[in-house]
């Protein structure tokens, strides 16, 4: 199966012009069969022009909330999302969790909203220092996608992102990543059976052009979750080539 590649803007950039040149940049530079394994995660005030520009790109959002409309002052739905045809979402990402206070539950409670909503569900997940008792992983994760065992899998991807890695240029080493992502599809195994088999996994944290292959070269990893990388048209783009040569 081809690796996924997932590019999440964060708070870039800063405008719509060059939001959208970013875009035709990738776009341009890719073949039509790598846009089957591309996701985008542009900030949600681009989202509708550039859903509108380039259709052949999944775009999704970097965070939304559950409820789907109500007096919940500047949030945003999932009906608004799915109105202007994004059909991904991320969930958790540790930025979330860090700044904004996201745990578990409220991880949980996304997550299985998103999926009642057939919308593509990446979840993140990841432990905070280094040296982490990699069991943390393993509970944060059954937490985060608990109950989602009645809805369709093939539309959750896990990122297992260690925060110690994200936008730090320390990636994490591909082998061990690879040990926990086994540990997170097995923990998903006892849960959810062999539904779980629909599951993506993904690494995220300091992937660069440089190490994109070292990590979707192991037999776990199904694909990677890019941030700063995704940002710099030529560097994403030889992780696209990358992972299509994978
Ligand atoms: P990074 O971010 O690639 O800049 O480390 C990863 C992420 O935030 O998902």
């Known amino acids: 199966m081809s690796k996924l590649i997932i590019g999440n803007w964060k708070l870039n950039p800063m405008g719509l012009n060059e939001a959208v040149a970013l875009a035709s940049g990738i776009s341009f530079s890719v073949s ?21 520009r380039f259709k052949h790109i999944s775009w999704g959002a970097q965070d939304f909330f559950w409820e789907k409309k109500g007096a919940f002052t500047g949030e945003i739905s999932l009906p608004m999302l799915k109105d202007v045809g994004v059909e991904w979402v991320l969930v958790g990402h540790s930025e979330r969790r860090r700044f904004f206070g996201e745990n578990d539950e409220i991880v949980n409670k996304k997550t299985l909203s998103a999926l009642a909503a057939d919308f593509n569900t990446i979840v993140a997940v990841g432990e905070l220092q280094k ?71 993904l690494y995220g944290g300091s992937v660069t ?10 037999l776990n990893i199904d694909g990677a979750l890019v941030g700063g990388a995704s940002l710099n048209q030529e560097e994403f783009v030889n992780i696209l080539k990358t992972a299509q040569a994978v």
Request: glycine fraction near 6%.
């Open 32 to 52: 039509p069969e790598m846009y089957e394994n591309l996701v985008l995660l542009p900030p949600f005030i681009f989202l509708e022009e550039l859903v509108k």
């Open 131 to 201: 040296d982490d008792p990699e069991e943390t992983v393993v509970e944060s994760f059954k937490k985060s996608i608990q109950s989602a065992s009645q809805y369709n899998l093939k539309r959750l991807v896990v990122a297992y992102e260690p925060v110690w890695a994200v936008g730090t240029g320390e990636a994490d080493d591909p082998a061990r990543a690879n040990r926990l992502i086994g540990q997170l599809r097995r923990a998903a195994f006892k849960m959810l059976g062999d539904e779980s088999n629909g599951i993506r996994f």
């Open 209 to 218: 052009a440089e190490n994109t292959r070292k990590f979707l070269g192991q």
